[in-house]
């Protein structure tokens, strides 16, 4: 969860306090999640994965899903 300057669990609650209800997929070999504000899904998106697995991740990320 690393990027250049920020790392990602940061960059995800800053964009969770602009928009509360957006989803976040985090792509890691890691097994935690950080705990994000907001009403909205956050999911974990183990390393490897495939094109099938990103989009899964997406959909259940949208609300009434």
Known sequence: LGLPGISGAALAASVRAARPGI????????????TLPG?????????????????????????GV
Do not use: M
């Not at 998106?45 to 259940?60: C, F, N, Q, T, V």
């Open 23 to 34: 989803g976040i997929v985090f792509a890691s070999g890691r097994n935690e999640l950080p």
């Open 39 to 63: 009403t909205g899904r956050t999911v974990l998106l183990r390393k490897p994965y495939d094109g099938a697995a990103i989009a899964a991740a997406l959909r259940s990320t949208r609300p």
